[in-house]
Antibody
Framework: EVQLVESGGGLVKPGGSLRLSCEAS????????MDWVRQAPGKGLEWVSG??????FINYADSVKGRFTISRDNAKLYLQMTSLRAEDTAEYYC???????????????WGKGTTVTVSS | QSVLTQPPSVSGAPGLRVTISCTGS?????????VHWYQHLPGAAPKLLIY???NRPSGVPDRFSGSKSGTSASLAITGLRAEDEADYYC???????????FGGGTKLTVL
């Protein structure tokens, strides 16, 4: 079964750091771009960051730019989060990206998420 | 405030039809980018429901349909069932932001 499993979430103090991981199974991970999407408590989905299949293209939401770093290796996707703030508290999902030749993309496979809580 | 605007909630009785709108602008939907829809149940992974405006992935019932016109899109659900009760999100791409954008989400209540 095609699957994504996130890990690495937890409780961290404001200003702290955390590294999330996302492990893929049953598909050619290196052939797909990947995104991180989060959902703060009581809020909607928010796109966080994306990385192309070759890691040659990376972008971030303004809310995390300069604090978060997305990366990948042959088997996993990562999100290094630094200078964490209370407003970064959320469920973090990784998602597989399907690029469209006309531009844009959608996310066809999602993980179940990992919880990040930023609190003193 | 989300770049794509959705109604916060919709409701309908079992068996009836509801629609959820998604309004964007000239830098996203109006620029020709496709709209995609996701269903999100509490505690579960978001699920792709409609891709490229009006296409259903394998396994999604034909009770779900999508459309797009101008700077807006909509999701229609016919023959409402209790298990359709969930949050629904539209998603597209914004060329000004150079990234993916979501609507604020719509909570569907089946009465």
């Amino acid at each position: 079964e095609v699957q994504l499993v996130e890990s690495g979430g937890g409780l961290v103090k404001p200003g702290g750091s955390l590294r999330l991981s996302c492990e893929a199974s049953e598909f050619s991970f290196s052939s797909y771009g990947m995104d991180w999407v989060r959902q703060a408590p009581g809020k909607g989905l928010e796109w966080v960051s994306g990385i192309s299949a070759s890691s040659s293209f990376i972008n971030y939401a303004d809310s995390v730019k300069g604090r978060f770093t997305i990366s990948r290796d042959n088997a996993k996707l990562y999100l290094q989060m630094t200078s964490l703030r209370a407003e970064d508290t959320a469920e973090y999902y990784c998602a597989r990206v399907v690029l469209l030749t006309v531009g844009g993309y959608y996310m066809d496979v999602w993980g179940k998420g990992t919880t990040v809580t930023v609190s003193s | 405030q989300s770049v794509l605007t959705q109604p916060p909630s919709v409701s309908g009785a079992p068996g009836l039809r509801v629609t959820i709108s998604c309004t964007g602008s000239s830098s996203n939907i109006g620029a020709g980018y496709d709209v995609h829809w996701y269903q999100h149940l509490p505690g579960a992974a978001p699920k792709l429901l409609i891709y490229r405006n009006n296409n259903r992935p394998s396994g999604v019932p034909d009770r779900f349909s999508g459309s797009k016109s101008g700077t807006s899109a909509s999701l229609a659900i016919t023959g409402l069932r209790a298990e359709d009760e969930a949050d629904y999100y539209c998603q597209s791409y914004d060329r000004r932001l150079s990234g993916s954008i979501f609507g604020g989400g719509t909570k569907l209540t089946v009465l």
